[in-house]
Structure formats: structure tokens, C-alpha cells
């Protein structure tokens, strides 16, 4: 399968990857907040032309699923299963821990995602396979796991890696597996939820 569409919008960054055979394009704004919906249309249109790629030709539609931004996460999936429903092709549903791991060569590794307030979305990996399910961890809990530690922004952790978030769409696109369906994956409430169970 090497015709695809990916996006990835699920955090300040905006990420499109088109792929048509050998004709490869990424197109990788790394300051978009607030502004996705506004931008990902035309980076997927000019990603599909610099490709000569059309929707209907693609064997799949890929994008990142959290956790992250929940309005990035949102536009993202929403605008996948558009085009894959439109074209009737399938999805593949890439989590924000997946865009990292398809990138590690260590066998047993944590990928974090900063949650703010000294606060990560951790996930962990064994031979390949997930050994520790999503969770949201204190700064000491990430830290008490003792592994290495991998991601995409400036994390505080000793054995750290910070890997170009850009560079890895591609490797998770063409490694994870089709989906039969896409959800965000959102490992805690939203703020305005929390806020509103603790009224």
C-alpha cells in the first residue's frame, strides 16, 4: 500500500503526508494552534497535487488520535473519515505514543507526551508490543518507571530522547496496521469537563 493520505493536527504542529508510489510529499507547519481547520485543507490539497494524488486512488487514510489537543484531534479524525468515506477506502488510526514508538529501536521504552502542570501521557513498549496501557502520570511517576524515555518536545527526563516529530509520520502511516474504525483517544477528561464534575 503506497498511496496514502496522513495528517497529523493532534498538537501545536500541523503534519500532511502524501505518498503516490515513489512521489513523496510532507508538508510540516510546526506553530499552528488554534488554526487547523483553517490550514489543513489547502496543505492537503497542495500535498495531493505535488503528488498527483487523488482521494480515490489512495489505498487508506491515516491520521494521529491522541492523546493531544482535544479540538486538533477532532479536526483530524473528522476530516479522515471524511475522505475515506467519500472514496470508500479504509482508515488507520495512529496514536500520538504509535507516531513516536514506529520510530524507536529500543525493545523496552516509555514514549511521553507533556499534559502541562508537570504531567504526562505516558505510554510503554516491550518487544514491540504495548506493556503499559495510556495513562496520565505525575513528573515522579514517569520518572520511577526507569526506562527510556522518548517523545517529540523538551522533556525534564535523564535518558531522554526527543525525536523530529515531523520525520516520524511516515514510518507509523506505513507500519501500523488498518483500523475498522477511527475514535480520539483521550486519556482524561477535558479541562472544561473536569472543571464541570468538580462544580
Do not use: W
Not at 473528522?78 to 475522505?83: I, M, N
Amino acid at each position: 500500500m503506497t498511496k496514502y493520505l496522513a495528517i497529523d493536527t493532534s498538537s501545536r504542529y500541523l503534519t500532511v503526508l502524501a505518498r503516490n508510489g515513489d512521489k513523496l510529499c510532507l508538508r510540516h507547519l510546526p506553530e499552528c494552534a488554534m488554526r487547523h481547520s483553517v490550514i489543513l485543507m489547502d496543505e492537503i490539497d497542495k500535498a495531493l497535487n505535488e503528488t498527483s494524488l487523488k482521494p480515490a486512488d489512495c489505498d487508506f487514510f491515516a491520521a494521529v488520535t491522541g492523546p493531544g489537543s482535544f479540538t486538533g484531534i477532532r479536526i483530524g479524525v473528522a476530516t479522515a473519515k471524511g475522505f475515506a468515506l467519500a472514496a470508500d477506502k479504509p482508515l488507520k488510526a495512529i496514536t500520538a505514543f504509535d507516531l513516536i514508538a514506529y520510530n524507536v529501536n529500543s525493545k523496552n521504552f516509555i514514549v511521553a507526551i507533556d499534559a502541562a502542570h508537570a504531567h504526562y501521557y505516558v505510554c510503554g513498549y516491550k518487544d514491540g508490543k504495548v506493556s503499559l496501557n495510556p495513562s496520565y502520570l505525575s513528573d515522579a511517576e514517569v520518572a520511577a518507571l526507569n526506562l527510556p524515555v522518548y517523545g517529540f518536545e523538551d522533556l525534564p527526563f535523564e535518558n531522554y530522547t526527543r525525536l523530529d516529530v515531523k520525520n516520524c509520520l511516515k514510518t507509523a502511516a506505513e507500519g501500523c496496521p488498518l483500523s475498522e474504525d477511527m475514535h480520539a483517544l483521550y486519556v482524561r477528561k477535558s479541562q472544561a469537563e473536569e472543571a464541570l464534575n468538580g462544580n
